[in-house]
């Protein structure tokens, strides 16, 4: 954010140099003011790296410490000790008096920059649970900002499949807010706080390019980005908090290209946007309007809830009996529901904390936060269980995403060639004699993710996964894999046993499929070695099946390559 650097600056010079036992700011005021400017954040993580301090830590007492500003030019912490009500007892606080009153040897301490010390022997806190009994074909995606990812959950009940369907790897976010389906196809569009851009991934999780602006990043019409919405044309709305466009709507068309603003009244650091049948509403995060109504043409209308039962909202939904619930972030906290004309009904306020918000397909919600994912009973509030949560996470904004078929991203490496090929895909039966059930082929490859989908296939069925290269080993999964939700992920290069028999090799740090199986007959033996000979010693050149390392020449690193493993007398191991 274009922002950051005076932030920065301000908090070194600007405040002032005498000092104070604890800070100044108190947990909601900091709580408030890091939800609008995460660039308060991104200092003190910078700061706390800097000085060799931990950005956040996780005790198993239930209590979640994270950096999120400066005073006095010392990182500021927030101190979270009741997960599902933030608001209760927490409080901020100096590194000095954290280390007084809590227990860090026994934590998870994040330094920053990939540097974690793990001293709490626990997976409860810190690993998310995969469900297998998932049943709908429509998935829930909801962006992480801790780690910036985004995880995908069961649109009927909930449950997580997976916490890396945009994974952390991705360095093109930096406090992702909303991830939306692409109109027009299945790429998927990422509205990002902190690079404001809206970004755009392929259905693999892999980086394409920045959408809107289409001609890059441009602060004069995007700053301080937050929730997206279509249009009935599709085009695409943002919420702006910051910058030349501040406290607007911007809208852009199928391509990225800026339309400029679609509603510019009536609105104070807009967070949220609801289509509803004949107006749009937009929530905010300031007064004097909770969530301002407007018809189609972006035209205001009136406030439609203003009022001490709502502050800071954030995400919206419409019930089936019109009814709206909206998010609220600060206190009173909770999921606030409000009928058709805006008039408040009643608060469920469990969590606190409250960002995004969905009504599951049983009948329950689900609703994120600062810290967890929670499922909650839809007439009481109360916690039918933590989905995701004691984490360290920071969970936002909840939209779907359809896949139509089952879908596989598969991920793979050869041993020799460095680039991606063409890979045939099995699916077989689980139980001899293995019957296959579906194939297809993908470019795949390099340790990058593809996706490849299976029509034949079924959710909830164990399958296992055969892939070969042209001139690789076919290689097995290590066991039957279920697509969940029509959604199934396998990463064969991280270790052997990925594999069945562990049948890979280690090349350059990644488990990798052998290449050298020429004559495709299950085995690497002399009848390849010769195939491969032959073509050396004729100078071969381009794209060939003898060309194990892809370098468009066959010759002694490839004989080299078939050699060694028909020496060692590799060949296809499976059930």
């Keep these: 954010m274009k922002n950051l650097s005076l932030f920065v600056f301000f908090i070194f010079f600007i405040l002032p140099s005498y000092s104070f036992s604890s800070p100044k700011t108190g947990f909601n005021e900091l709580l408030t003011l890091t939800e609008e400017n995460p660039g308060l954040v991104i200092a003190a993580q910078q700061l706390a790296i800097s000085r060799n301090l931990p950005v956040s830590i996780i005790a198993p007492e239930r209590i979640m410490i994270h950096a999120r500003s400066i005073e006095n030019g010392n990182p500021v912490y927030i101190v979270i000790t009741d997960f599902r009500n933030i608001y209760n007892g927490s409080y901020t606080a100096f590194y000095d008096e954290i280390i007084g009153s809590v227990n860090i040897n026994n934590s998870r301490i994040d330094y920053g920059n990939g540097r974690i010390v793990d001293n709490s022997n626990s997976k409860e806190f810190f690993y998310p649970e995969l469900k297998d009994n998932l049943t709908s074909s429509k998935v829930l995606m909801i962006p992480e900002s801790s780690r910036d990812r985004v995880f995908i959950f069961d649109s009927f009940n909930g449950d997580l499949i997976d916490s890396n369907f945009i994974p952390t790897s991705s360095i093109q976010l930096s406090t992702p807010i909303h991830a939306l389906q692409r109109v027009n196809g299945t ?5 990002d706080q902190i690079s404001d851009v809206v970004q755009r991934f392929d259905q693999s999780g892999i980086y394409q390019s920045v959408f809107a602006p289409s001609g890059g990043l441009n602060n004069s019409i ?11 044309n599709n085009n695409l709305l943002v919420t702006v908090g910051s910058g030349l466009s501040t406290n607007t709507i911007q809208e852009f068309d199928l391509s990225g290209n800026s339309l400029g603003s679609f509603i510019t009244t009536g609105i104070t650091s807009p967070f949220g946007i609801l289509y509803l049948q004949n107006n749009i509403l937009v929530s905010c995060s300031s007064a004097p309007n909770d969530v301002a109504n407007y018809d189609l043409n972006g035209n205001f209308i009136a406030p439609f809830h203003s009022s001490t039962n709502l502050n800071f909202a954030e995400q919206m939904i ?4 019109k ?9 009173p906290s909770g999921l606030v529901i409000l009928d058709s004309a805006g008039n408040y009904i009643r608060t469920l306020n469990v969590v606190t904390g409250n960002r995004g918000v969905y009504l599951l397909g049983n009948g329950h919600y689900l609703t994120t936060s ?24 920071s969970f936002r904004f909840i939209s779907e995403y359809e896949l139509v078929e089952p879908s596989l991203r598969l991920t793979v490496s050869l041993e020799s060639c460095p680039f991606q090929k063409i890979f045939n895909v099995e699916l077989r039966s689980s139980s001899s004699p293995y019957n296959l059930i579906d194939s297809s082929s993908v470019l795949a490859g390099s340790g990058i993710a593809s996706t490849v989908t299976f029509p034949n296939a079924a959710s909830g069925v164990g399958y ?3 892939a070969k290269s042209e001139n690789s080993l076919e290689t097995w999964s290590s066991n039957p894999q279920m697509f969940k939700s029509n ?19 280690n090349s350059g740090g990644s488990w990798s ?29 381009g794209n060939v099946i003898t060309d194990l390392n892809c370098d468009n020449l066959v010759d002694l690193s490839d004989l080299i390559t078939v050699f060694t493993n028909s020496s060692n007398f590799v060949h296809v191991l499976n059930p």
């Design 487 to 505: 959604f199934s992920a396998y990463n064969f290069t991280t270790e052997s046993s990925k594999a069945y028999g562990g049948n890979m090799v």
């Design 513 to 541: 499929f052998y290449q050298g199986n020429i004559n495709q007959d299950e085995s690497i033996n002399l009848e390849d070695v010769l195939l491969v000979y032959n073509d050396a010693i004729n100078f071969t050149s």
């Design 187 to 191: 790429d998927i569009l990422v509205s």
């Design 222 to 232: 995007l700053d301080n980005i937050r929730g997206m919405a279509y249009r009935p």
């Design 323 to 331: 009814n709206i619930v909206v998010a609220g972030f600060s206190l």
């Design 464 to 466: 296992y996964i055969v």
């Design 370 to 393: 600062g810290t967890a994912v929670y499922e909650l009973d839809s007439a009481s509030g109360s916690v039918i269980r933590t989905i995701v949560g004691s984490t360290g996470f």
């Design 318 to 321: 419409e019930l089936d009996n």
